[in-house]
């Protein structure tokens, strides 16, 4: 398609859709419904009673059964991709390339080489491409990153960081569960998030090599499942892993260890976490509801000075879709700025994990 002719606006109206309306489309559609001059114009779904349901609750003027047909519609500045991961690259791609921004959903895409196609277009069309990292935004994990970067625990060299459910396949037989609809299990899934916010934490180091482990014990046994999340169980066989774990170099010689699993036979139910030992001190973060527990170790001399910081209110999909909106409204420099490229990263790390699991042995990156 040819480039888009629209011009550089900075609207300070916004008008946006939304495409996808299970869990997280619900999400973008309640954070865009709180934030002034912002009109949601459009939605679009597979499901007739959601986009009834949707239409009504947040006044919206247009439905559509495809996203092809909302990516026509006049006027549109922006919109969220909120749809199974296979879909995130063409239709990110097809907005971009007609001026539109987008915030896509996590991970960018199924892989790297769709991801670099996603960043190429947004910086080709010069067009806004973020992408929903809402958990980096809770207010424990907040509070943990302004311990450490004030160099509460001086140097970090190692940490470990986890999401692990006991039975939490996102409804078996879905797209989740597919590998050529999602491109990975629960490393692709809540192992991004993990990723992105360990590698903020530990202020955003360069991923040089990795070693990983897949395991899918669970899942293809009919065991783990959990008919709670809102994607629909369809007949597609469990071919991705249940469980992953990696080991990953980083730059400046720290190490970091990540696990993420949808199911295994563990306690609690679901819990994410966070260690980092560091040169002058250590933190500790679990979070099982909000906020998690979060402890911050440190000596004063002889004396034990471990304390737990106050932590702030949570800002999730809110804060990701505000500061979307802001860059949108914020102009040319701004948008040069979010072209998708840090989410590429993690994805791109994701690909090693599972190239390294696959031939057994350490990947470089
Ligand atoms: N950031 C988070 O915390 C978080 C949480 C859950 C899901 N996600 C991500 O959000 C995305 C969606 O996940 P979900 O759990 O909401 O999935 P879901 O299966 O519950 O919902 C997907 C939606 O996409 C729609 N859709 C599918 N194909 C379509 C098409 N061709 N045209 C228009 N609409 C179409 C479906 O109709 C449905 O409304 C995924 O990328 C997932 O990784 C992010």
């Not at 011009?7 to 309640?30: C, P």
């Not at 002034?36 to 609750?57: F, R, S």
């Not at 069309?125 to 994990?141: E, K, M, P």
């Not at 002058?280 to 998690?292: F, I, T």
Request: glycine residues 12%; proline residues 4%; charged residues 25%.
């Amino acid at each position: 398609m040819a480039p888009s002719k629209r011009r550089n606006i900075v609207t300070t109206d916004l008008k946006v859709g939304v495409i996808g309306l299970g869990w997280a489309g619900q999400q973008h559609l309640d954070a865009y419904s709180t934030i002034e001059g912002v009109e949601i114009v459009a939605v679009a779904a597979m499901e007739q009673d959601l986009l009834a349901a949707a239409a009504e609750k947040y006044a919206v003027a247009n439905t559509f059964a495809r996203w092809e047909d909302l990516l026509e519609l006049d006027g549109l500045d922006a919109i969220s991709v909120a749809v199974p991961n296979f879909l995130h690259a063409p239709i990110a791609i097809a907005a971009l390339q007609r001026g539109i921004h987008v915030l896509s959903e996590k991970p960018i895409a199924r892989n790297g080489e769709e991801g670099q196609q996603m960043v190429d277009a947004a910086r080709a069309a010069g067009r806004v491409l973020d992408v929903a990292f809402n958990h980096r935004r809770r207010g424990d994990i907040q509070a943990l990153k302004g311990a450490i970067d004030r160099g509460e625990v001086g140097r970090p060299y190692f940490a470990k960081a986890a999401w692990l459910r006991r039975q939490g396949i996102p409804m078996l037989g879905s797209w989740f569960t597919n590998p050529a609809l999602a491109g990975g299990g629960p490393l692709a899934d809540i192992g991004v998030h993990v990723l992105d916010y360990a590698l903020d934490l530990l202020g955003e180091p360069e991923v040089l090599a990795v070693s990983a482990s897949t395991y899918s014990e669970l899942g293809p046994r009919g065991l783990g499942g959990n008919a709670q999340y809102s994607a629909a169980a369809t007949d597609h066989a469990f071919g991705v892993e249940d469980f992953a774990t990696a080991f990953l170099r980083l730059e400046g010689g720290a190490t970091l260890l990540i696990e993420a699993g949808w199911a295994s036979y563990r306690n609690p139910d679901d819990e994410m976490n966070f260690l980092v030992y560091g040169t002058d001190g250590g933190a500790e973060l679990r979070v099982a509801g909000d906020p998690g527990e979060l402890r911050i170790f440190r000596d004063n001399g002889a004396e034990n000075a471990d304390y737990s910081p106050e932590v702030g209110e949570s800002g999730m999909h809110l804060g990701v879709v505000i500061d979307f909106v802001a860059a949108v409204r914020a102009g040319e420099e701004e948008w040069k700025r979010h072209d998708g490229s840090l989410a590429l990263k993690r994805t791109r790390v994701i690909d090693a994990c599972y190239a390294s699991a696959r031939e057994g042995r350490e990947v470089q990156l």
